[in-house]
T-cell receptor, first 112, second 116 residues
């Protein structure tokens, strides 16, 4: 069963604008962690932001924020003030039962 | 170095050969994970170690895949009698603790395996 769903294979955004990347997840466990990773064309996976299932507030890290809606089981990533260097694949992941489950990713292209 | 180190960076092998991929995690990290990433896809879980114990190997696609971490540090993923469908990027990741769901995984740069 698909644990993490990213419905946007590709996205375009204008430089300096904000963009939201969608992620929904599926688990029956009340304890889990949600993560977003960035993978540039060079291939490394870069950790961006974390949200715990019991966290009351949405996580923020610089230009990244996570719009966590627990009842809807969604954990969308918001990137504010997009930069050309933000062009990459973005993966949503959930840590649950000692495993990480990754979505299929969203390829973000930032246009100058 | 301070990060997760994987070697080789690229590996080309003929179908039927055995290959060994190495992962050197961040010092002190208890948990180590292996993933397989096909082109254009997200990483798929292969196996998980906590120290030297392999706690989960449910993602290994066949008995040709074998992983070990004998001293709780460096890990090796071995693929025997390689087949073309084994071609992928193999990612290794480590985290401080496997029991806490708030620990991010730190990834190596991966080994790109091509089977001819």
């Amino acid at each position: 069963a698909q644990k993490i769903t990213q419905t946007q294979p590709g996205m375009f955004v204008q430089e300096k604008e904000a963009v939201t990347l969608d992620c929904t997840y599926d688990t029956s466990d009340p304890s889990y962690g949600l993560f977003w990773y960035k993978q540039p064309s060079s291939g490394e996976m870069i950790f961006l932001i974390y949200q715990g299932s019991y966290d009351q507030q949405n996580a923020t890290e610089g230009r990244y924020s996570l719009n966590f809606q627990k009842a809807r089981k969604s954990a969308n990533l918001v990137i504010s003030a997009s930069q050309l260097g933000d062009s990459a694949m973005y993966f949503c992941a959930m840590y649950n039962f000692n495993k990480f489950y990754f979505g299929s990713g969203t390829k973000l292209n930032v246009k100058p | 170095g301070a990060g997760v180190s994987q070697s080789p960076r690229y590996k080309v092998a003929k179908r039927g050969q055995d290959v060994a991929l190495r992962c050197d995690p961040i010092s002190g990290h208890v948990s180590l994970f292996w993933y397989q990433q096909a082109l254009g896809q997200g990483p798929e879980f292969l196996t998980y170690f906590q120290n030297e114990a392999q706690l989960d190997k449910s993602g290994l696609p066949s008995d040709r895949f074998f992983a070990e971490r004998p001293e709780g540090s460096v890990s090796t993923l071995k693929i025997q009698r390689t087949q073309q469908e084994d071609s992928a990027v193999y990612l290794c990741a480590s985290s401080l603790s496997g029991r806490d769901s708030n620990q991010p995984q730190h990834f190596g740069d991966g080994t790109r395996l091509s089977i001819l």
